[in-house]
């Protein structure tokens, strides 16, 4: 979709002379590089050049993850692991996974004149990683390329969100400090390695930096969907904007197209950050200035309380009657997202780490009592610290007050650990509590006052008694409690009328006369209470009108005796009346506060226009026109209107420009006056609670940007049957938990198709029911939504329980699945999850636990829970998939992806007939044409049905290029075979599946809570991610165990003879024991150490010194060992003699200890 921006930047534009140029060019590009490029080249990178006039022809042979030295390896190695993915008469195809080695025919496969190579990912500020693979690769294109004049490129990728697992990770290993760091890392390593190679430090890509100037803005480190990768929308767009100005040569201010995603100002900051980085690439121009606050910002008041928890995950059986969100991630960076309310309803608000923590304990009580009513996860861990660390509480209300209340806790301990926490807003307050066996204190800060900006910043440091020796402190848990009385403005609502025709209703002013000198002494507002605001004409309206509208639909909310009665203004003389400029003063108001004023006029049945203007006076000039005729849902606005220095505003009505009627008249027949004010807040509830009824039908609000608000299942059905008569619904949120109360449902979509976006925010949509006979319109498809037909179409995180009967009336073609029967065309499905109960009694082609038609879309962290039973007899449904039906397109170059999904319900056939295809994933991939893969799922499903052919993945496959790879199952189940790697219940429930279905750790697909024996694999969702921890002993792997924050240990080792187990260290000589959190994975060392003291008189004559031993006994001196204080093994030998002199010149500097049959020493190598 095209938007163009609005006519003042284009004439802003020609003024400060950007002028976009128009020579319009073709570009054939290869890219060599991973996921990053793919940001770059593949989404956003074809429109930018099409909007500014030119063309493109791009290959990219494409393998996830690859680096300089991968690319190289497969390569060397003549391994068929790409996709080729190609763009070319503004069309992209595939070829799908694993279908194309890169070799000459890529390379020769266009006359290209650009080569782009990509820096590494994670190791693009090291410079170790770029040589001699970029050379090798430089070289081995030269050898191919047709066109020996092509143009080579570095694109140097970004640095990682701050407080990302990723970033945290390449902490842990000693690469980067932070972001900054890592920045900074990637301009040193990209300037050097473009000189190097010979490519030049001009043509560099600096994708990096576009993002680091972008990150100065509003969106501030809002820049990843997954803590590395870029998002979708305003992420793409800056890079791929980068690569179009730096490759074409042409700026990209004022480009006319920018994602729907993406709002006119972000664009227009996206488009700076990519131009400034062209212009500055290895330095960041900030954009604070002129972009640092979003216009388009509109903030909500808080209603309830908001529960916060800094620590470990709540796990699995966490119980609260609060909705708990969870930070778990010490960084500077680290943020928990939108957060939930105390209720579960979502809110813009987000906890933000500004200055990091030193790490997670988890030593604190597990059981308290005070008004958090936390679980135990939540009690027996916190953040700590030892110098100062900060909190950034963003999204609140301005100008709301909240009450804080912290909570930390550390038990068994001696030292005095008070901790000072110190909240700024508007106002500031601070408090100290003893986290030292606390299991009941709280402290409060009562009545902060959130900035203009929304924010609130927590600071935590030690207290003035904290006498622990490193000053520790401690953050366990925040309740943010809101005040319900905020400033805000209270409507003052005027009805122009007679005294006869005066509303009765108290929170209207009745104005019964239209002739100057008519007066109301101090107004009542909208909550009955006197406003100290006075009225008075000061100058006659024409007449009395009672001819406006009866029934209106505006904000003012007009009972019919308001909205019917007005008064006129006239610009010709009408019955020997001339009132062209009627005029009331408003006096009582505030100089220092501003005011908004909505006017409705009306005049029914008529046909001219009847235009009035509305002006104010007060330290500025405003005015607006309004057509009254036939009027009963427009209202006119003016505004932030400030009053004069004396708290006046003079307020007038003249006819308008464009009155069309005879007399030029113009009305006013009521007006709401918006003055500050004390607002009294009602916590939300949904209009109706409790199943929906089957009929009742309410139109949803909508938010800031068009979306549909869904909190009830009317609400629901509105928007169904909206999009089944042809009227566009383009977004959809569900805000809460919605019952639809079994009752018959017509699926979204039916007749017709959904071409909108849903997004269900994680919350569940209950008893849905759909019987294939009770629809009444005819379609082939049925599910929550029945067809699709865009590939912007996306359905993501939607929670769905319920019923499908397919009745035995219904025959082939009839495509069903719980969320979506059939997708013609569909972008993303993510994070769907079903456990609808699917009943076949006739033959339908495709039933799919998630979706049951599919040509092409991305369908990642979907899963399917429920039971598909097939009950015909002597029918045959063509295929049954745990995930999907089928895949099914003739259509060339299109890919279908399924990954990171999976299946554990199940599927039983009780009937006589057999389905052509059975499967846990996907019965039948059938794009002819086309590419499809089918990664990194599980399937631990049962599968009692066979068929024609049957899998566990998969049942068959017809697909031109088809991938599977990294998927698992658990055989005692289901089938085996077809594209799975069998794997015992254990594994499951360790964390070790979880583990692997993370490939590379590159992405992570899948967490597990591993604090129950029982839990399986599910979405990864941060506080549940799966790490892996090695333990060796004796330079063998002794145990491998999976854990989250929170680490699980092995039985300890028993050494041999007199040597003891001291303990598990890292590298680095850390110590771990069951009160260690990580968040990373490790490898862990086993200690060993002597039993007595250094040196004590030995049975053998033994001298050590630095660089050998000597060691003289009066018998075979036997097996003797030295071991390092890891617990390794570095020397293992046994000696026949009696006399001997053993070399340690190769130890390094470190304790050792040395074991003979006789003697345990512990030494020094210096």
């Known amino acids: ?181 890592q920045y900074t890392k990637i301009i040193d390593c990209a300037s050097r390695a473009a000189v190097q190679s010979g490519i030049g430090e001009e043509n560099i890509i600096p994708g990096g930096t576009a993002v680091q100037n972008g990150r100065t803005s509003y969106i501030g480190d809002d820049y990843n969907r997954d803590g590395y990768h870029m998002n979708l929308s305003h992420g793409r767009y800056t890079v791929a904007l980068t690569w179009y100005e730096k490759i074409f040569g042409k700026s990209v201010i004022g480009l006319s197209y920018h994602p729907a995603s993406v709002s006119d100002f972000c664009a227009e900051m996206c488009q700076h950050a990519a131009h400034e980085a062209i212009i500055n690439p290895q330095s960041i121009s900030s954009l604070v200035d002129t972009y640092g606050v979003n216009p388009n910002t509109k ?52 906890a933000s780490i500004e200055k990091p923590f030193d790490g997670i304990s988890s030593i604190g009580t597990i059981s308290s009592a005070t008004t958090l009513d936390m679980p135990s996860n939540v009690s027996k861990s916190t953040f700590y610290g030892t110098t100062e660390s900060s909190v950034i509480i963003s999204g609140l209300y301005p100008g709301q007050a909240y009450d804080m209340s912290v909570f930390a806790s550390v038990m068994n301990a001696s030292a005095n650990a008070e901790t000072a926490y110190s909240f700024k807003g508007e106002n500031d307050g601070s408090a100290s509590l003893n986290p030292t066996d606390n299991t009941a204190n709280i402290a409060t800060v009562q009545g902060i006052i959130a900035d ?167 330290t500025v000039e405003n005015y607006i026109g309004l057509n009254g005729n036939n009027n009963d849902q427009s209202v006119a606005e003016l505004t932030s209107i400030y009053p004069d220095a004396d708290g006046h505003i003079r307020f007038t009505v003249t006819p308008g420009a464009t009155s069309a009627d005879i007399y030029k008249i113009g009305y006013i027949n009521a007006m709401a006056i918006m003055i500050p004010g004390i607002v009294k807040v009602i916590p939300f509830e949904p209009v109706a609670e409790g199943p929906w009824d089957g009929i009742s039908m309410i139109e949803p609000a909508r938010d800031v940007s068009g979306n549909c608000v869904i909190y009830t299942g009317a609400e629901l059905a509105w928007v169904a049957n909206q999009v089944n008569q042809g009227h566009a619904i383009t977004g959809i949120k569900i805000a809460k938990d919605i019952d639809l109360g079994n009752q018959p449902w017509t699926p979204i979509g039916y007749g017709t198709y959904f071409t909108g976006k849903i997004d269900g925010q994680g919350y569940h949509i209950y008893n849905m029911y759909i019987n294939k006979s009770d629809l009444t319109e005819k379609s082939n498809f049925a599910g929550f939504i029945g067809g699709t037909n865009s590939e912007s179409c996306d359905i993501i995180n939607i929670n769905l329980s319920g019923k499908i009967d397919i009745p035995a009336s219904v025959a082939q073609k009839t495509q069903v699945g719980s969320f979506v029967g059939k ?62 039906g089928c895949t099914n397109s003739s259509t060339t170059g299109i890919e279908a992806v399924i990954n990171g999904c999976y299946f554990d319900g199940s599927i039983k056939n009780n009937g006589s007939g057999i389905p052509k295809y059975v499967a846990g994933i996907n019965s039948y991939s059938n794009l002819s044409k086309a590419a499809e893969t089918i990664t990194n799922n599980y399937v ?86 799966v790490y892996k921890t090695i333990f060796m002993y004796n330079n063998n792997e002794y145990a491998v165990l999976y854990n989250n924050t929170e680490m699980k240990f092995p039985k300890n080792p ?27 994975d490790l490898t862990l060392y086993a200690k060993i150490v002597a039993t007595g003291t250094d040196n004590l008189k030995t049975k053998d004559k033994i001298s050590i010194n630095n660089n050998k031993i000597d060691i003289n006994s009066e018998s075979e001196i036997g097996d003797i060992t030295i071991w390092n204080i890891h617990g390794t093994k570095v020397i293992n030998k046994t000696i026949r003699e009696t006399t001997t002199e053993l070399d340690i010149n190769s130890l390094q500097n470190g304790i050792y200890l040395f074991k003979s049959k006789k003697d345990c020493i512990k030494f020094t190598k210096k």
């Open 452 to 618: 203009d900006k929304g924010r609130i910043c927590l600071t935590v440091k030690a207290g003035t008694n904290n006498n622990e020796e490193k000053k520790t402190y401690y953050l366990g848990a925040l309740m943010i409690t809101p005040h319900l009385e905020i400033p805000g403005k209270i409507p003052v609502h005027i009805n122009f009328t007679t005294s006869e025709k005066a509303t009765q209703e108290n929170l209207w002013n009745n104005v019964t006369s239209h002739l100057a000198g008519t007066k109301i002494e101090n107004l009542t507002d909208s909550e009955e209470n006197t406003s100290g605001i006075s009225l008075n004409i000061t100058k006659s309206f024409a007449g009395i009108t009672e001819n406006g509208a009866s029934e209106t639909n505006t904000l003012l909310n007009m009972p019919a005796n308001v909205s019917s009665t007005g008064y006129w203004v006239n610009g010709v003389e009408k019955d020997g009346i001339l009132a062209d400029n009627a005029e009331i003063v408003f006096s009582g108001l505030n100089p220092e506060k501003s005011y908004d004023f909505y006017m409705f006029g009306s005049y029914m049945n008529t046909t001219e226009v009847h235009e009035a203007e509305y002006s104010t006076f007060g």
């Open 1054 to 1080: 028993v050494p041999d003879d007199s040597p003891t187990f001291e303990g598990w260290y890292d590298e680095k000589g850390n110590r771990y024991d069951g009160n260690s959190t990580t968040q990373t």
């Open 299 to 350: 903030f909500k008041v808080i209603d309830r309380s908001l529960m916060i928890n800094f620590g470990i995950g709540l796990g699995s059986s966490a119980v609260s009657q609060y909705s708990w969100n969870s930070l778990t991630s010490a960084l500077t960076g680290a943020n928990t997202g939108s957060l939930y309310n105390s209720k579960g309803y979502g809110t813009d608000v987000k």
């Open 1 to 181: 979709m095209k938007k163009v921006f609005k006519f003042y930047l284009m004439l802003f534009l020609s003024i400060t002379g950007t002028v976009f140029t128009t020579n319009a060019e073709t570009k054939k590009i290869l890219v060599v590089g991973n996921s990053f490029s793919f940001d770059a080249a593949l989404q956003e990178l074809l429109p930018i050049v099409q909007a500014a006039g030119d063309d493109i022809v791009l290959g990219f042979p494409y393998k996830g993850g690859t680096t300089l030295e991968l690319h190289t390896n497969y390569i060397t190695g003549n391994q068929q692991i790409y996709n080729y993915y190609k763009i070319k008469d503004g069309k992209m195809t595939s070829t799908g996974g694993n279908s194309r080695k890169f070799d000459a025919n890529i390379i020769t496969d266009e006359d290209w004149d650009i080569v782009i190579i990509q820096t590494d990912h994670n190791y693009s500020g090291a410079y170790s990683h770029y040589f001699p693979y970029l050379d090798n690769l430089i070289t081995y294109l030269k050898t191919y390329l047709t066109n020996k004049n092509a143009k080579f490129y570095l694109y140097m990728t970004w640095a990682y969100q701050n407080g990302s697992a990723k970033l945290e990770e390449l902490i842990n290993k000693g690469l980067y400090t932070g972001q900054m760091d």
């Open 823 to 884: 997708a013609n065309a569909l972008g993303n499905m993510i994070n769907c999850h079903s456990d609808v109960e699917i009943n076949i009694m006739g033959a339908p082609a495709y039933v799919g636990g998630v979706l049951a038609f599919m040509k092409n879309a991305n369908i990642k962290n979907c899963s399917y829970s429920g039971n598909i039973t097939i009950a015909t007899s002597g029918k045959v449904t063509n295929g049954i998939g745990g995930i999907l």
């Open 940 to 1025: 631990i499903g049962t599968i009692d049905c066979t068929a024609t052919d049957q899998g566990t993945v998969y049942g068959k496959t017809n697909t031109t290029n088809f991938d599977c790879e990294n998927n698992y199952y658990y055989a005692d189940y289901t089938l085996t075979g077809k594209g799975g790697i069998p794997m015992k219940i254990e594994e499951f429930h360790s964390g070790e599946v979880a583990y692997l279905l993370n490939g590379d750790q590159m992405e992570f697909l899948f967490g597990q809570e591993l604090d129950s024996d029982d839990n399986m694999p599910v979405v990864y969702r941060g506080s549940n991610r």
